[in-house]
């Protein structure tokens, strides 16, 4: 057994509980032939995530298994109205939990049913010395505030506060625990799973009511990322980008560097620092060496062709082009790139890029097959034209492709 404090200090000196916990040790006979032992840690700014942390050390470090805190009923009363001043998610209002995972182990907290007074009288009853805290009647603090000044008038209003809370306590914990079971299930359907990175099908999040979709969002932040400090608010932005058919895609900021990314019809969640799709390649282009295959992507193949080939599993498509025209190259989109039409016309290769859906993070992989002149004569992957009209002293060649390009994994061009 080890007994630790985190004591928090006054005016710079460490509070006696120290030498009152070392001189009551003292006195305990061995437990299983061990003497107890004693370490204390000094708190400063945040006193409560050093206190996180340093029962977490403490439990790894002597290879504990249950951490036993002394949390009573008035502690969770305090903690519970704390949550509501302060606001936040539902599952703060639980307060205090009577046991929960922690670390390597469990932490427990067994008196939470009895109220401070009870604990004091028992100790009274027994003979038993405890240390007082004197920071505890400092005012200043909130916590201390709610103590001494709302606790004791809600308790005049009913002598039954302290189990009453705790049964509201006990009630919502079963709720959220049934709740989340359920939600699991929603998330497992809707949503894979990467590094640091969750993609959720926005088709199949829609089967859902707002209610069940904003937990299922919240799920997936706060439980499977575990991303922090993650508002209500926040949340309802999220769903009404999903919901904004004017805004296939967008982006909303979220804390700790993550980010909410739609592209149509995906929402990406990830870390700014990667790309939730693709890395971007350079710009560069190169001139295309005809009868040879070239990959982009991962399944995704083209080649210019001189003669027609006889596998009809490919895309074909007919190039009749003058021979000033050659050599081609393919090249990165650049503003005001048109795609050469049928009959003369042409479309915007923004518009093509549009209208097929793809992702900002992809259109910068996109890649265009041009003449020397820089007219467009395919976006590769995603549209290409056939130009047949009959030109003197003109050469036919032959856009062939074959599989699907598939940007998200893919690692630039190759040859082949």
Partial sequence: ??????????????????????????????????????????????????????????????????????????????????????????????????????????????????????????????????FEDKTNSQLTVQRNRIRHQVVPLLKKENPQLLMHVLDYSNQLQTTIQSLNELLSRQV????????????????????????????????????????????????????????????????????????????????????????????????????????????????YQFGIFSSRPENQQQKITELRLPRIDLPLSVVSPRPGDKLQLKGGGSQKVSRVLINAKLPNEVRDRVKLLQTSQHQTLAVLGVKSVSITQSIENGQTLYLVEKGQINFLKGKGIKNG
């Fill in 1 to 130: 057994m080890l007994i630790t404090n985190c004591g928090r200090p006054v005016n710079g000196k460490q509070p006696l509980f120290s030498s009152f916990a070392k001189h009551m040790v003292s006195r305990w006979p061995p437990f299983n032939g061990q003497r107890l032992s004693i370490q204390i840690m000094e708190l400063r700014p945040r006193p409560e995530r050093f206190g996180i942390v340093f029962f977490k050390r403490v439990l790894k470090e002597y290879h504990a298994n249950v951490l036993l805190t002394a949390h009573h009923g008035d502690d969770l009363v305090e903690t519970v109205i704390m949550k509501l001043i302060r606001g936040g998610q539902l599952e703060s209002l639980t307060g205090i939990s009577s046991s929960r995972p922690f670390a390597t182990g469990m932490i427990v907290r067994p008196l939470l049913s009895f109220s401070k007074t009870a604990i004091r009288d028992f100790a009274v009853a027994h003979h038993i010395r405890w």
């Fill in 188 to 299: 497992d359907q809707v949503c894979v799973f990467g590094d640091q990175q969750a993609s959720i099908a926005l088709q199949k999040l829609r089967n859902n009511s707002d209610n069940v979709r904003i937990s299922v969002i919240k799920m997936i932040l706060l439980d499977r990322l575990q991303i922090e400090d993650v508002s209500v608010k926040q949340l309802q932005n999220i769903l009404k980008l999903i919901d904004n058919p004017k805004k296939p895609q967008g982006e909303i900021d979220l804390a700790n560097q993550w980010r909410a990314v739609k592209r149509y019809q995906q929402l990406i969640i990830t870390k700014k620092s990667l790309n939730p799709a693709i890395n971007r390649e350079n710009k560069t282009g190169f001139m295309v060496i005809l009868d040879r295959w070239y990959s982009i992507g991962t399944g």
